[in-house]
């Protein structure tokens, strides 16, 4: 089965950027999602199809992809940021969805 | 308002059964695939089941394979997952979503399920 891989935490201050990494092997052949999830909520998308921004979402949130690493930016990081982030994709293979393990952001 | 609320949660003994109901509303339920996505206490998302608007293709994840059943029924627009020979690993907040795309939103608010004895 797909394995997605993501760091299980990272740090950064306000103001500065965050990077969010998502591994696949060739990912790049795959359309990634980006989730946002904040303490006793459901998760949100904040980046879809690898690149593009549902309305209503900030446009400090971006992300691309290419070759085996998919990445979520979050430009000039607020406190309101802080939460846990989740790529996705689907495996056409076994038409299963697959979830990265989540990545912790904590703003310093 | 696109929304979705999930209901029938609850504490079930090993080997027991549940049936979960998602009810939506502000969209075209029928013309939409949905999907269960669950999230065990302290740990990440992980997919559960998938139904297309019309019911005519189903998946499930290898874990659940067997003992859930995804349904829905696009009169009641409602959403539903039978729980059945539920396992303490089967504990978590299971929640519905729509499905555009491959990606999933909205998402309900979710609704916790516990195996115990």
């Known amino acids: 089965s797909y394995v997605l891989t993501q760091p299980p935490s990272m740090s950064v201050a306000p103001g500065q950027t965050a990077r969010i990494t998502c591994g696949g092997n060739n990912i790049e052949s795959k359309s990634v999602h980006w989730y946002q999830q904040k303490p006793g909520q459901a998760p949100l998308v904040v980046v879809h199809?690898?690149?593009d921004r549902p309305s209503g979402i900030s446009e400090r949130f971006s992300g691309s992809n290419s070759g085996n690493t998919a990445t979520l930016t979050i430009s000039r990081v607020e406190a309101g940021d802080e939460a846990d982030y989740y790529c996705q994709v689907r495996d056409s293979s076994t038409d299963h969805w697959v979830f990265g393990g989540g990545t912790t952001l904590t703003v310093l | 308002e696109v929304q979705l609320v999930e209901s029938g949660g609850g504490l079930v003994k090993p080997g027991g059964s549940l049936r979960l109901s998602c009810a939506a509303s502000g969209f075209t339920f029928s013309s939409y695939s949905m999907n269960w996505v669950r999230q065990a206490p302290g740990k990440g998302l992980e997919w559960v089941s998938s139904?297309?608007?019309?019911?005519?293709?189903?998946y499930y994840a290898d874990s659940v394979k067997g003992r859930f059943t995804i349904s829905r029924d696009n009169a009641k627009k409602s959403l539903y997952l039978q729980m059945n020979s539920l396992r303490a690993e089967d504990t978590a907040v299971y929640y519905c979503?729509?499905?555009?795309?491959?990606?999933?939103?909205?998402w309900g608010q979710g609704t916790l399920v516990t195996v115990s004895s």
């Open positions: 139904i297309s608007s019309s019911s005519d293709d189903i």
């Open positions: 199809d690898d690149s």
């Open positions: 979503s729509r499905r555009l795309g491959d990606w999933f939103d909205p």
